[in-house]
């Protein structure tokens, strides 16, 4: 497929806007390390009524949510065979894998014993009643999954091109021989994984909605239901094309390519649908339990509520219901962002804001350490996105412009 | 793929046998016992003299030991909370005494039959164990303080000043000790005998009989019996328990709808299995109607 041919980006690492990057990346990896060293204590806001915090509702919550793009895009392709879709299914999978990857890193943090982080995986502490024992589990296998998906990619762009330096080039044929190897066999088993990436992010995506579900008598009931375990996964089904769009339209801004309106517009299509039966569920989960009283009230609770709900779900869902709007560049981003936002909101809403201690004594707010180690977190991962698709084959570019890069560096190439 | 390879993932799948295993565990380990040992806190006993705090440091080794700094009682208008340094802590309430005095009311892990710490923990680092106390293995722990999210009476606290080993801390039931056949420190030194141990069964026979025999003395009402699904430790009261610290909650264990949720999500295996089948079944037939696509564009 011509429109299909994915390859390195050739582009300047460094801009303006990567060297701040950088720099809050840099902050970041400072407090993480005095983190590890001080303990959450010297670190965090958290204490004995509020266990958790901002790096639990964004770094965990937030990043799986967000990285949802993954298993909504592989589906769409891979197991509905919308071949249309196939060139964003490696950035959605290069967004999921590296989001999963710095939801564990974020995670480490917030734990206090990280070194254990492992324990869920030995089977004599297996604890079957805890939601977060399925979380933890799910998410462990499906970033090996997740990797597991990229080799194919990995080894697209070594294979044929292994030359170790010097005395090392005797391994040459070895490695080449092992990579062609890898390819093939697990070209053969590949459906399995990407089906099994599915299932796993479908059961994690919704558990982290059964969390909070255990503390009844601490959750605002605007947020305190049942149902949370379908809204979470809903959500996260309905964020998925939004990152995608998202991304890509600020990919293409960054290096200056044409976004490729055809493909994400008809990704846009899906968005209502999804946002409908998502906002519908919400509503109907509402009024059966009697909670739409508390909309009402006046509460920051109930405003965080209209802002989630009205700017998140339905203000997107509109916009994109238009044809127009969804063949518009500016509109299409504009719509994506509401709803990244609104799910955003909602992880935190659930996590922070609908959290009320039985004996609170104050209200929890991030310490400017947590602000810092998450705003750290969100750059290196920009910076990690950007640095892989100039070393991997993974953004796809038009027919016209492939050609062209290549023939600028070969031209490099013959100057030097 | 031919469907005999779903078939044969779904089989050996170790994926969806490791999420299986939460059908296994069910309410194992959190079986409410009639021999289970309690404590029955009668607080229109209790004269808030503050030696169980005392005893209770110097049963756990807790770093305040010196007798003096428990003498003064107007801490306990404080309403404090057990915290990583102190397991338990009195606090005064108002008990509608004659005499303008307050009551008092010790505060420490409920040790819950069905507790939402032990159901949240997700590497079994905090179990119920048969003879009644939830006790806690640090070394299994990871931090992730879950069962403190998790905990109804807000209890377990954490060590979050401990940069490496931090632990969560909470009343231990004196576990130890009961194994040794002693009583917890905090009965044993009760000059009032406002703390009752023995077998639960027993203890809430005691408190009705109580309340019956002085009607005037006790709301009708033994918290702890029915509360969160019942609890080892129970309380009496002169007034109603809405009124006290104590949080209002039905008989219903709080694990209960999680637990539900997850069990229903991975009984037998099926709903994933099942999920994964339809997905693979969709992927294959799709296909076929779909011929001239390239075959190699997996994983890409
Ligand atoms: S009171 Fe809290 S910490 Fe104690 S057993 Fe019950 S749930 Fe666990
Ligand atoms: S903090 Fe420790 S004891 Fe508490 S739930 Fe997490 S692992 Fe279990």
Redesign the interface.
């Given at each position: 497929?011509a429109h299909d041919v994915?390859a390195p980006v050739q582009a300047p690492f460094f801009t303006t806007g990567t060297r701040i990057l950088a720099a809050i990346a840099g902050i970041g990896i400072a407090v993480y390390i005095f983190r590890?060293?001080?303990?959450?204590?010297?670190v965090?806001n958290?204490?004995?009524?509020y266990?958790?915090g901002l790096w639990i509702a964004i770094d965990v919550a937030c990043g799986v949510a967000l990285a949802a793009g993954g298993f909504t895009t592989a589906?769409l392709v891979?197991?509905?065979?919308q071949?249309k879709y196939?060139p964003v299914?490696?950035p959605a999978l290069l967004t999921a894998l590296l989001g999963y990857t710095f939801v564990v890193i974020g995670l480490l943090a917030?734990?206090?014993?990280?070194y254990?982080?492992w324990?869920?995986m030995?089977p004599f502490?297996?604890?079957?009643?805890?939601?977060?024992?399925?979380v933890?589990?799910?998410v462990m296998?499906y970033l090996t999954v997740l990797y597991i998906?990229f080799?194919?990619?990995a080894t697209?762009r070594f294979k044929g091109r292994v030359h170790l330096l010097g005395r090392l080039s005797v391994f040459d044929r070895l490695i080449e021989w092992a990579i062609t190897l890898a390819d093939k066999t697990?070209?053969r088993v590949?459906?399995?994984?990407?089906?099994?990436g599915?299932?796993?992010s479908?059961?994690h995506q919704?558990?982290l909605g059964?969390?909070?579900?255990?503390?009844?008598?601490?959750m605002h009931p605007l947020w305190y239901t049942?149902m949370s375990?379908l809204l979470f996964l809903l959500s996260a089904i309905a964020v998925g094309f939004p990152m995608v769009i998202f991304e890509s339209i600020l990919a293409s801004r960054s290096f200056k390519l044409k976004p490729e309106l055809d493909i994400l517009s008809g990704l846009a299509r899906f968005i209502p649908v999804i946002l409908g039966l998502y906002l519908s569920v919400k509503i109907i989960d509402l009024i059966l339990r009697g909670a739409w009283v508390y909309l009402f009230d006046g509460s920051p609770a109930s405003l965080m509520y209209f802002l989630e709900l009205g700017g998140g779900v339905l203000l997107p869902l509109i916009i994109l219901m238009i044809p127009k709007a969804r063949g518009s560049v500016g509109w299409l981003f504009t719509a994506a962002a509401l709803v990244i936002g609104g799910v955003a909101l909602n992880r935190i809403n659930v996590f922070l804001v609908a959290?009320t201690?039985?004996?609170a004594t104050k209200t929890y707010f991030p310490s400017p350490f947590e602000i810092a180690l998450t705003a750290g977190l969100i750059a290196l991962l920009v910076l990690a996105y950007r640095a892989a698709v100039m070393i991997f084959p993974v953004i796809a570019l038009p027919a016209g412009v492939r050609p062209m890069v290549v023939e600028n560096k070969n031209k490099a190439l013959a100057g030097a | 793929?031919k469907r005999r390879?779903?078939l044969k993932?779904a089989g050996a799948?170790?994926?969806?046998l490791?999420?299986g295993?939460?059908?296994?565990?069910?309410?194992q380990g959190m079986a409410s016992n009639d021999d289970a040992l309690g404590v029955l806190v009668d607080t229109t006993v209790c004269i808030g003299c503050r030696k169980c705090e005392w005893a209770c440091n110097q049963a756990n080794a807790l770093s305040s030991r010196d007798s003096k700094a428990f003498e003064d009682k107007s801490v306990c208008r404080k309403?404090r909370?057990p915290?990583?340094d102190a397991f338990t802590v009195v606090n005064a309430f108002d008990g509608r005494r004659s005499d303008g005095e307050p009551s008092y009311m010790k505060i420490q892990c409920m040790h819950c039959f069905k507790p939402?710490c032990?159901?949240?923990?997700?590497?079994?680092a905090l179990r119920k164990t048969p003879e009644g106390p939830v006790t806690y293995d640090s070394w299994?722990?990871?931090?992730?303080?879950?069962c403190?999210?998790?905990c109804?009476?807000?209890i377990?606290?954490?060590?979050?000043?401990?940069?490496?080993?931090?632990r969560v801390r909470k009343c231990t039931f004196c576990a130890e000790r009961l194994g040794e056949g002693k009583k917890p420190a905090c009965v044993e030194i009760c000059p009032n005998e406002a703390l009752t141990f023995g077998k639960r069964r027993d203890l809430v026979m005691l408190a009705y009989s109580r309340i019956r025999q002085f009607p005037d003395r006790y709301v009708d009402h033994v918290y702890g019996e029915n509360e969160a699904g019942g609890t080892s430790w129970m309380y009496l009261s002169p007034v109603d328990f809405t009124k006290t610290?104590l949080?209002a909650?039905n008989s219903r264990p709080?694990?209960e709808?999680?637990?539900t949720?997850?069990h229903g999500?991975?009984r037998w295996f099926v709903p994933?299995v099942l999920?994964?089948g339809i997905?693979?079944l969709?992927?294959i037939s799709?296909?076929t109607g779909?011929q001239d696509?390239?075959e190699?564009?997996?994983?890409?």
């Open positions: 497929m994915a590890l060293i001080a303990g959450l204590g010297m965090t958290l204490d004995n009524q266990p958790w589906a891979h197991i509905f065979h071949e196939h299914v490696r917030d734990l206090g014993r990280y254990n982080v324990h869920p030995i502490m297996w604890q079957g009643n805890s939601v977060l024992f399925e933890g589990i799910c296998i998906e080799v194919p990619i697209e697990l070209g590949m459906s399995l994984f990407i089906i099994a599915v299932v796993l479908c059961l919704s558990s059964t969390l909070m579900v255990i503390a009844p008598t601490k049942p375990p959290y201690p039985l004996y | 793929m390879d779903i993932l799948g170790g994926v969806l490791l999420s295993t939460a059908a296994a565990g069910d309410t309403q909370r915290v990583d939402a032990v159901s949240a923990c997700l590497v079994g299994k722990c990871m931090g992730c303080r879950y403190m999210v998790a109804p009476f807000q377990p606290a954490y060590e979050y000043s401990d940069p490496l080993t931090p610290e949080p909650l709080i694990p709808i999680t637990e949720i997850q999500v991975f994933p999920l994964y997905l693979g969709s992927m799709m296909k779909d696509k390239k190699d564009d997996n994983g890409a």
